[in-house]
């Protein structure tokens, strides 16, 4: 009889593995992926009302107040987070919570400007088949780059709203003149990514009613602020005090992604295990949550179970830490603060343009 190959010997054996980790984690997180719709309303009513308050405040008093400052603050960081309800959405199910979806939509995705039909593109970071390739718009070769290109990510934080603006404002209604102008917009200007080489996937219908809707009340919601600004209604100087909490909370998530993944993938197809092992969780403290708002420090957690709702990960997080054996793969994932995961990042980049210098 002729034996099996060493390779695909070796292959199937570390499938068995993966396997079997996978279904040990799966049984200890088993009963933790049904959504408490209460605590999505509860922590969504509080966050944004809390946070329009403050912008108000921010918005009403003149820059040179400390209490305007501290408005400034608390304000993006509650905005940052009633804004990263759009990554709950996008896992729910469409027939799941729609009655919560329309409300975050109208008070926090038309407001803010990210309507959650923009944010649909995420699915495709949790594909295996498109995670790290060019097919995934939220993730760039940042381990094997240099300095400049974390340099260039940071400074999205200030191109962002404006292109977000513009796109809305101006790239709605321009759409719509012609079809294939309306296709390379929905295409190209319609999701909300760190690689700008990205194209959305259109289905053969096209874009479907209701999000042709939200993106036509967002238009509305771009020319009404800019309506108010020209007929004196509203004062000028609030629109660079918006574009300010803009670009903080934009500044906040940025970091955050920073820390999210070790960014080491160079484009090629990669395991479920091996996406897994390519992101981190983060323990940390308090200011950790404000970074990390909704569970998105256990993200590494998150890419292993995206169906895990934000409000069981932390529990999850600890029963796996405590249950699964202490050389678990499970492990290598977790980091003490966004620091020291953002440090290893640093560390690879140096390793790497040193290699590329010798």
């Not at 088993?30 to 405040?57: E, H, M």
């Not at 709605?172 to 700008?196: G, M």
Request: overall charge positive.
């Amino acid at each position: 009889m002729n034996q099996r190959p060493q390779s695909t010997t070796s292959k199937n054996s570390d499938l068995d593995q993966q396997r079997a980790f996978y279904l040990q984690a799966r049984e200890i997180v088993g009963d933790l992926f049904q959504p408490k719709p209460w605590r999505f309303w509860t922590d969504f009513v509080i966050s944004t009302v809390s946070a329009y308050v403050l912008a108000s405040i921010w918005l009403a008093l003149p820059m040179t107040s400390p209490v305007a400052w501290i408005a400034f603050f608390a304000g993006g960081v509650l905005l940052y987070r009633a804004s990263m309800f759009i990554h709950e959405l996008v896992h729910l199910p469409a027939n799941q919570m729609k009655w919560f979806r329309r409300t975050w939509n109208f008070f926090a995705g038309v407001p803010m400007m990210v309507p959650s039909f923009s944010y649909a593109s995420h699915l495709h970071h949790h594909s295996s088949r498109h995670y790290g390739t060019e097919h995934d718009g939220e993730y760039l070769p940042l381990a094997s780059g240099s300095f400049k290109d974390i340099l260039i990510f940071l400074t999205q934080v200030v191109s962002q709203p404006i292109l977000v603006f513009f796109r809305y404002a101006i790239g709605t209604p321009l759409s719509f003149l012609h079809p294939s102008l309306r296709k390379w917009t929905l295409t190209h200007a319609s999701s909300l990514v760190i690689n700008f080489q990205y194209q959305k996937e259109l289905k053969p219908t096209g874009q479907s009613r209701s999000d042709t809707f939200w993106e036509l009340f967002t238009c509305f919601r771009a020319w009404v602020m800019l309506g108010l600004v020209l007929a004196g209604i509203m004062p000028f100087v609030r629109l660079p005090k918006i574009f300010l909490l803009a670009i903080f909370a934009l500044t906040l998530n940025h970091i955050r992604t920073l820390a999210a993944h070790r960014y080491t993938s160079e484009g090629e197809t990669i395991s479920h295990l091996d996406q897994f092992l390519d992101s981190t969780n983060v323990t940390g403290n308090w200011l950790t949550e404000l970074l990390c708002p909704l569970g998105l420090r256990f993200h590494a957690l998150h890419h292993l179970f995206p169906r895990i709702p934000y409000h069981n990960l932390g529990i999850a997080h600890r029963r796996l830490t405590a249950q699964l054996p202490a050389d678990s793969v499970y492990h290598d994932a977790t980091y003490p603060s966004i620091s020291s995961a953002i440090g290893d990042l640093v560390k690879n980049v140096r390793s790497h343009e040193h290699d590329q210098a010798a």
